[in-house]
C-alpha cells in the first residue's frame, strides 16, 4: 500500500511538472502573437518572433551538458535533476516578469531577445523534465508516466493560452504575464519538495564521499 501511494504521489509530481512545461510554450508562440495584434504590430514583424522558438527544436544540442554538468552549490543540497529543474524554471519566472514589464511596440528587438530566453529555459527545462520522469517511475509505471506528463502539458496550454486570453479581455497584458509567471513561481517552489530520483541520490553520495 505505501509504494502504490508513492506512486500515486509521483503521478501527480509529474502531471504538475506537465503543466510547468506546457505554459510557456502556448505563451511564446501564439499568445504572445496576440498581444503584438493588439499593440498594432506588423504581421510580417509578428512571423519573424517565430525564429525566437529555435530552441525546442534544438535542444538536443545541450541536453549532454545537462546531463552531464553538475551546478556548484546546488546540486548538493537538491541534487543533479532538481537543481537544474529549479534553475531552468527560475530562468522562465525571471525571463516571464521581464517581458511583462516591457511595452513590446516600443521594444521589439528586446522583446525578441526576451522570447528566445524564455524559450530557452523552457526547453532546458523540457530536457530536465523528461530525465526526472523517465527516472522517477519504475519501467512498469513509464507509460502511465507519460500520459500524466501529456495531461499536465496539455492544461498547461490551456492555461497560457485560453486563460491568459480571457484574462487579457478585462485587463492589461502586462498584468496577464505577471499572472502567468506567478503560476510557474508557484510550480517551482512545489517543485522543491520533490524528491530527487533514486538514481542522483546515490551518484551524489559516490560523487562526496557520503
Known amino acids: 500500500m505505501k509504494d502504490k501511494n508513492i506512486s500515486h504521489l509521483n503521478l501527480c509530481r509529474v502531471f504538475l511538472l506537465g503543466?510547468?512545461?506546457?505554459?510557456?510554450?502556448?505563451?511564446?508562440?501564439?499568445?504572445?502573437?496576440?498581444?503584438?495584434?493588439?499593440?498594432?504590430?506588423?504581421?510580417?514583424?509578428?512571423?519573424?518572433?517565430?525564429?525566437?522558438?529555435?530552441?525546442?527544436s534544438l535542444k538536443f544540442l545541450w541536453s549532454p551538458f545537462i546531463d552531464g554538468i553538475r551546478l556548484p552549490g546546488l546540486h548538493k543540497v537538491l541534487g543533479h535533476r532538481k537543481s537544474w529543474l529549479m534553475l531552468s524554471q527560475a530562468g522562465l519566472v525571471v525571463t516571464i516578469v521581464t517581458l511583462s514589464s516591457i511595452d513590446p511596440a516600443e521594444h521589439l528587438f528586446l522583446s525578441a531577445v526576451i522570447v528566445l530566453a524564455i524559450t530557452f529555459c523552457s526547453a532546458t527545462q523540457d530536457i530536465v523534465i523528461d530525465a526526472y520522469r523517465i527516472e522517477l517511475a519504475t519501467d512498469k509505471e513509464q507509460g502511465m508516466f507519460a500520459t500524466f506528463l501529456i495531461y499536465g502539458y496539455r492544461i498547461g496550454m490551456l492555461i497560457s493560452g485560453a486563460g491568459a486570453l480571457f484574462l487579457a479581455s478585462s485587463m492589461e497584458w502586462h498584468i496577464v504575464y505577471k499572472i502567468m509567471a506567478g503560476i510557474m513561481a508557484i510550480i517551482a517552489l512545489l517543485t522543491l519538495s520533490f524528491p530527487e530520483t533514486q538514481k542522483n541520490k546515490e551518484s551524489s553520495k559516490t560523487s562526496y564521499g557520503e
Open 19 to 56: 503543466i510547468s512545461s506546457g505554459l510557456p510554450l502556448v505563451l511564446v508562440l501564439s499568445t504572445f502573437g496576440v498581444w503584438l495584434v493588439d499593440v498594432n504590430v506588423s504581421k510580417t514583424t509578428i512571423g519573424l518572433f517565430a525564429l525566437a522558438t529555435t530552441p525546442y
